[in-house]
């Protein structure tokens, strides 16, 4: 999936023809491709590796997502009491934090979420509720992702406004930072800007750059997302809060991101994304944009120079992605 046909046309010249990329949004029904460095099954310091009862829920929640389909409503996943305690345990500990250290645009959907009980401190919140309220909001949807997806499969689901979500929850013994997205990373951390007008056309503007692009240039991508969506930190006025959806769900990480312990740099797409990053442990750097506006001008900038031979444009209408030969 996702691979590029090669045409060798002479020695020196190599066109790209007809790349496979989602043209609409049901085929995304072949884009959950996983990365397997987090199985609980496979991997030893994983804190699931020695609970049975734990890894044996983990593969009962990853089979609703593979039984997905486009269109589908979004199984409701009844959560257990434990789940539903380390969801508390990490949504009191944001709550306190938010006011201080999160970014203003954050703020104001998190108010939201709570207002309307979506985001309440005793349940895990459903992914179909709070799909239902982006879609009012942005026009983003979820569907359910089995684990941590391939770059090319994940990037590509943001062309469409959609957002592919893990379901499953932490382990109970490691609430507050996880080296592996779930769900409580998902609803807490991303969540709040995807419901943000700016910050979902910042989001659907990555993924629509990725369709049909090169293997390096997914990397690029893929490092920008992670230090704008994942780890991004914002100036408003003199302060600098966070935004990033890996600092809003993980208590430890927002406080180390904020204090003198890291390096912050202003992001700028061309050094930003060849900046190499290990996802096991708090950032040594962290990124920091004027506004999501700035970004935004900063991120089409740097994307008008990629190799792509065609344009692409997204049209909401048919929920389809049409290309348009720029060559
Ligand atoms: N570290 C985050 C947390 O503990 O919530 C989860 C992840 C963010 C990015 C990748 S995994
Ligand atoms: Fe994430």
């Not at 954050?106 to 309220?133: A, G, T």
């Not at 941590?148 to 109970?172: G, P, V």
């Not at 999501?292 to 089409?300: I, Q, Y």
Request: hydrophobic share 35%; aromatic share 12%; proline share 7%.
């Amino acid at each position: 999936l996702g691979g590029l046909t090669l045409l060798a046309e002479d020695t020196n010249a190599v066109t790209v023809k007809d790349p496979w990329f989602p043209r609409h949004a049901s085929d995304l029904d072949n884009c959950n491709h996983l990365m397997t460095k987090y199985e609980p099954d496979l991997d030893m310091s994983h804190p699931g590796f020695a609970d049975k009862e734990y890894r044996a829920r983990r593969k009962l929640i990853a089979e609703i997502a593979f039984a997905y389909k486009y269109g589908d409503p979004i199984p409701n996943i009844p959560y257990t009491e434990t789940e539903n305690e380390t969801w508390k345990r990490v949504f009191n500990t944001l709550v306190d934090l938010v006011p201080k250290h999160a970014c203003k645009e954050y703020q104001r959907v998190f108010q939201k979420l709570r207002e309307e009980k979506i985001f309440e401190p005793h349940r895990v919140p459903q992914l179909q509720e709070v799909s239902d309220f982006l879609k009012k909001n942005t026009g983003f949807t979820l569907r359910p992702a089995a684990g941590l997806l391939t770059a090319r499969d994940f990037l590509s689901s943001l062309a469409f406004r959609i957002f592919q979500s893990t379901q499953y929850i932490r382990h109970i013994n490691s609430p507050y930072h996880t080296p592996e997205p779930d769900a409580i990373h998902e609803l807490l951390g991303h969540m709040p800007l995807l419901a943000d007008p700016s910050f979902a056309q910042f989001s659907q503007e990555i993924g629509l750059a990725s369709l049909g692009a090169s293997d390096e240039e997914i990397e690029k991508l893929s490092t920008i997302y992670w230090f704008t969506v994942e780890f991004g930190l914002c100036k408003e006025g003199t302060e600098t809060k966070a935004y990033g959806a890996g600092l809003l769900s993980a208590y430890g990480e927002l406080l180390h991101s904020l204090s003198d312990k890291c390096e912050h740099r202003p992001f700028e797409p061309s050094t930003t994304a060849v900046q190499p990053y290990q996802d096991q442990d708090y950032q040594p750097i962290y990124y920091v944009a004027n506004s999501f506006e700035d970004a935004k001008e900063k991120f089409r900038r740097w994307v008008a120079m990629m190799s792509r031979p065609f344009e692409v444009r997204y049209n909401p209408h048919t929920q389809s992605v049409e290309v348009l030969d720029s060559v």
